[in-house]
Nanobody
Framework: QVQVVESGGGLVQTGGSLRLSCAAS????????MGWFRQTSGKEREFVAG????????YYADSVKGRFTISRVNAKNTVYLQMNSLKPEDTGVYYC???????????????????WGQGTQVTVSS
C-alpha cells in the first residue's frame, strides 16, 4: 500500500474539465501500478482507471473511456486523472490507490484491497 493524498476536485458544469492529482509517498512508488476509483452516493466504490508502473499502459472503465486520461510522473511520486466532458453521473468521491493487483488491466475493482484515503469530491452540475 502506498500512502496518498488526493486533490483537485471541485464543482464544475456539465461539459467542463478537472484534473485530479494524487501525491504519493514511498521510495518504491515507481514499482507499482496505480489507479483511480470513485464512489457515487448510494453506490459501491468502482474502478475508474489504472496505469502501470512506467505509465506506458492504461485501462479505463467503459463509462469514462475517451473522456478521462490517467498519467503519472514517477520523479514526482504523482498520479493524475484528467477529466474532460464531465457529466452529472461522474459526481462522486474519487480515490487514488496502489499498488494494484494484475486484474487492474481488466478493470477489476477488486484489484485494490488495501485501505482508502480521504479522496477528493467531484461534483458536476447539470
Amino acid at each position: 500500500q502506498v500512502q496518498v493524498v488526493e486533490s483537485g476536485g471541485g464543482l464544475v458544469q456539465t461539459g467542463g474539465s478537472l484534473r485530479l492529482s494524487c501525491a504519493a509517498s514511498g521510495r518504491t512508488f515507481s514499482m507499482y501500478a496505480m489507479g483511480w476509483f470513485r464512489q457515487t452516493s448510494g453506490k459501491e466504490r468502482e474502478f475508474v482507471a489504472g496505469i502501470n508502473w512506467s505509465g506506458g499502459s492504461a485501462y479505463y472503465a467503459d463509462s469514462v473511456k475517451g473522456r478521462f486520461t490517467i498519467s503519472r510522473v514517477n520523479a514526482k511520486n504523482t498520479v493524475y486523472l484528467q477529466m474532460n466532458s464531465l457529466k452529472p453521473e461522474d459526481t462522486g468521491v474519487y480515490y487514488c490507490a496502489g499498488p494494484l493487483g494484475p486484474s487492474w488491466q481488466f478493470g477489476d475493482t477488486t484489484a485494490y484491497t488495501g485501505s482508502w484515503g480521504q479522496g477528493t469530491q467531484v461534483t458536476v452540475s447539470s
